[in-house]
Nanobody, 123 residues
Framework: VQLQASGGGLVQAGGSLRLSCAAS????????TGWFRQASGKEREFVSH????????DYADSVKGRFTISRDNAKNTVYLQMNSLKPEDTAVYYC?????????????????WGQGTLVTVSS
């Protein structure tokens, strides 16, 4: 499985971006998907998670109410809609696939990773 994250860029505070995570392979719908981010000098942190069916989602408290995760299994793509962006959202964002783990907030639970896309929010 190969993942490609895209959609990052420079945006002013209060703006929006939509990240995409496109995956190759026929087993896309077999994987749960997580988004993580890593700011410069900081550890990678959990942002959001969606189950393989899309029926279950979860968010870090810092993004709850502002970010929305979704997936289109027909297009082999997971999305992260980010609204009301803040300067503290600035980071490289990564998507990752997991076959399934109750510890989905831990980056070590994921087997496949995209290359990351940079989001910069200016104040």
């Amino acid at each position: 499985v190969q993942l490609q994250a895209s959609g990052g860029g420079l945006v002013q505070a209060g703006g929006s971006l939509r990240l995409s995570c496109a995956a190759s392979g026929r087993t896309f719908s077999s994987y749960n998907t997580g988004w993580f981010r890593q700011a410069s000098g900081k550890e990678r942190e959990f942002v959001s998670h969606i189950s393989r069916s899309g029926g279950s989602t979860d968010y870090a408290d810092s993004v709850k109410g502002r970010f929305t995760i979704s997936r289109d299994n027909a297009k082999n793509t997971v999305y992260l809609q980010m609204n009301s962006l803040k300067p503290e959202d600035t980071a490289v964002y990564y998507c990752a696939f997991s076959a399934g783990s109750p510890y989905y907030r831990a980056w070590r639970s994921y087997s496949y990773w995209g290359q990351g896309t940079l989001v910069t929010v200016s104040s």
